[in-house]
């Protein structure tokens, strides 16, 4: 029987709430990180940093006693002003308790953000294989390589009927908008959700034939991994991908997923779909199929709790 733990999941539980005039939502970490962990058993509290900082975790560490301290860390005074660091740095050097953080970005903010942090914590991941090497040549070896995930129990086996053809959830921003200029002028139609809410963003994508990812990261600079290319495939839609070196590592390109470069390939890959819709169905149910296997919450949180914790 797997062993169960105590665990505080130390993330914002929203990147909006100091936004005017932004409604509430809950973030990643809360559907993707704390859920599944509670589904699988564990006993675990949500520490909200875009509210509570070092005084209130510390409370907490001694009130509960957790074996990990499962840390997404932003960074960010406007997300979280009051992110609690002190109190990891002094839990990660007392060492009677796991701490440990899951870099999102490092593509973008590696140089100025995880290799200034990574110490902090005993264990750190990273959603792009390539970078860990680059954490092991500034001499930090406890590295996981950890793709984004999906929850599963609500993302899949929704019984949808699919009435759009596409489906786009996010930021139409940059080279997005150019893209779906272009498909406008195809006339290929595109649905995007009315806000980008969890709720929405899963109902979008559950009743569209194929959901796109643009992989730009925020800089316009590079690709990145995004949690978006889990959770298409975690819906049953077909995942239409910019494509992004990691890609490869974490689905077979052309039986499990679809990716493009540039509008012209995705014009063209549109264009092959629409030619036979069966298509669209038995790349998505393969997608589908092996996200199942390797990149569910519990299956990504399941392989990470058994190197960290002893």
């Not at 701490?99 to 999102?104: A, L, P, R, V």
Request: contains cysteine; glycine residues 6%; negative net charge.
């Amino acid at each position: 029987m797997e062993k169960m733990s105590r665990i505080i999941v130390v993330a914002p539980k929203s990147i909006n709430r100091h936004e005017k005039e932004v409604p509430f939502r809950f973030d990643y970490a809360y559907w993707n990180f704390y859920l599944p962990l509670l589904s699988m058993g564990h006993e675990v509290k949500f520490f909200d940093t875009s509210l509570y900082g070092d005084k209130e975790l510390a409370g907490l560490i001694e009130d509960f006693r957790p074996h990990l301290l499962f840390c997404v860390m932003t960074g960010s005074p406007l997300y979280c002003p009051n992110e609690p660091w002190e109190t990891i740095k002094k839990t990660t050097k007392e060492g009677n308790i796991v701490t440990f953080n899951w870099f999102c970005d490092d593509s973008w903010r590696f140089d100025d953000f995880s290799k200034q942090v990574c110490n902090f914590f005993h264990f750190c991941s990273t959603p792009e294989k390539q970078y860990v090497d680059k954490y092991k040549e500034i001499g930090y070896e406890n590295i996981l390589y950890a793709p984004w995930c999906a929850n599963s129990e609500l993302y899949s086996n929704l019984d949808c009927v699919k009435t759009n053809m596409a489906c786009f959830v996010g930021a139409i921003r940059g080279d997005r908008l150019s893209y779906m200029n272009t498909l406008a002028d195809e006339e290929f139609k595109v649905f995007t959700p009315p806000d980008s809410s969890f709720e929405s963003m899963v109902a979008g994508y559950s009743s569209s034939l194929m959901g796109f990812n643009f992989s730009k990261n925020s800089t316009g600079e590079g690709t990145q991994m995004k949690a978006r290319v889990f959770e298409v495939p975690a819906t049953g839609a077909l995942l239409v991908s910019e494509y992004t070196e990691d890609l490869e590592n974490c689905f077979k390109i052309g039986e499990e997923i679809l990716t493009f470069t540039n509008e012209e390939e995705l014009l063209d890959t549109l264009r092959t779909l629409n030619k036979d819709v069966n298509v669209v169905f038995d790349i998505a149910k393969k997608g589908h199929e092996r996200f199942m296997k390797d990149h569910d919450s519990k299956v990504r949180l399941g392989t990470l709790l058994e190197t960290i914790l002893p």
